[in-house]
């Protein structure tokens, strides 16, 4: 099957298959993240925003507009 047939079927999904699809992709890679904070540790990272957000310190925002923005940056 070529990437692209396997793109199309892909999309046919429903968003939560896709979701877990693309958590085996990112686990089969090797290497590290290339999302990854500057000391490579987005584990840390996650949890020092997720006390940001109950502390206080920093703002949530709702899942719609977090999607919009996403889609806007994404540029779809």
């Not at 079927?9 to 990854?36: A, F, M, Q, T």
């Not at 000391?39 to 507009?65: F, H, Y």
Request: net charge negative; no cysteine.
């Amino acid at each position: 099957m070529q990437l692209a047939e396997l793109g199309t079927e892909v999309l046919k999904l429903n968003e939560e298959d896709r979701s877990d699809l693309l958590g085996i992709i990112l686990d089969s890679l090797s290497g590290p993240d290339p999302h990854d904070s500057p000391d490579g540790d987005s584990l840390s990272e996650a949890i020092q925003r997720g006390n940001e957000l109950k502390s206080g310190v920093v703002e949530g925002i709702p899942e719609e507009e977090f999607m919009n923005e996403l889609r806007t940056l994404r540029g779809k």
